[in-house]
């Protein structure tokens, strides 16, 4: 079974024995200020993006974002996309993650702690969070396997303009309900920066 099969989050739940909270879990952290580089390629982006597919968005919006973020942690962290993260075949965590933040520096390969997942969907957020907090679990067996277990592990469905977070504590799922928008990106530079260096 693959990510892509768990197609609604009721069905992740139940397949992993979860338990789900609906609340915002963010804290109010500062605003990050983007580049000017990003700044002026957003401005663009979202032009060609706001009638795109799920990768116009994907690579256009979100990608550069997340590629801010390494920057901003002075290249601290690593961002993947499209990888492979097949964990546990047997249980379904198999196939690729649009987009995978670890805490490791390396970019030639997956390094625990994986810390954040983000699903990419063209429109409705909530026809990926299934599957974006199966790969969530994918991700906090990957960090328990390789000795770098963390407390949390965040998730992100998006379709670039609108972002939802997630996060998983051990078998708790919680939700935050509030879908934070692009533009502005300063708040979600601050939550992401935030989530890599603390959550």
Known sequence: MLYSQFTNLDQTLKAFDL???????????????????????????LL?????SEKVRSEGLIYP???????????????????????????????LVDFLLSRSPLVSTIEAPATVIVEVKKADLATGLGQCVAEMVAAQ????????AIP???????NGTQWRFLNLQDRTVTLDLVDYPLPPVDQLLGFLVWIMQEG
Do not use: I, W
Request: a negative charge.
């Open 19 to 45: 338990t789900l909270q609906e609340h915002r879990f963010l804290p109010d952290v500062p605003p990050l200020s983007p580049s000017a580089m990003l700044q002026s390629y957003l401005e663009e982006a």
């Open 48 to 52: 060609l993006a706001a009638t795109g």
């Open 65 to 95: 974002v997340l590629v801010e973020v390494r920057r901003c942690l002075k290249r601290q962290v690593a961002v993947f996309s499209g990888e492979d993260f097949t964990v546990d075949e047997a249980r379904g965590l198999s196939g």
């Open 141 to 148: 067996l990957f960090n328990q396997l390789n000795g770098k």
């Open 152 to 158: 949390v592990v965040y998730g992100v469905v998006s």
